[in-house]
């Protein structure tokens, strides 16, 4: 399953950061945790904090996104959609997701803290 492409850049401000704009120490081991995983699985590791969402793919997403923790990202010049997991060797999660999107999709790999975090602000303006 490939893993690599380009998405348009925008901050979406700090994550998980405690005042004075430092992050927490959960934040900075599952920002390397995310790392590591995408150098294992050979795919693109993609801070959510400068990454510009796709407020449609959001929308229509949003059960999907929280009953399988995922970030749609957008879609691709070939048709398919860029998705953030935390853990790109879910296989089989992988591959529901992909069937429920009813898309090939594009792994990239984010902090499960970032991931989370932007669920759980999901509803919030």
Do not use: W
């Not at 996104?65 to 959609?81: A, E, H, K, W």
């Amino acid at each position: 399953m490939p893993c690599a492409v380009k998405t348009e850049h925008r901050n979406l401000g700090q994550t998980d950061a405690k005042p004075g704009g430092r992050e927490t120490r959960e934040t900075q081991v599952s920002m390397k945790r995310a790392k590591e995983l995408a150098q294992r699985y050979d795919c693109e590791f993609v801070d959510l904090r400068q990454v510009a969402l796709s407020p449609e793919h959001i929308r229509s997403s949003k059960e999907l996104m929280l009953l399988y923790n995922f970030v749609p990202l957008g879609p691709t010049p070939d048709g398919r959609i860029a998705i953030a997991v935390g853990n790109p060797s879910q296989l089989m999660l992988i591959d529901e997701i992909s069937s429920q999107l009813g898309k090939s999709v594009i792994i990239k790999v984010a902090s499960i803290a970032q991931i989370k975090q932007l669920l759980n602000n999901i509803d919030k303006p």
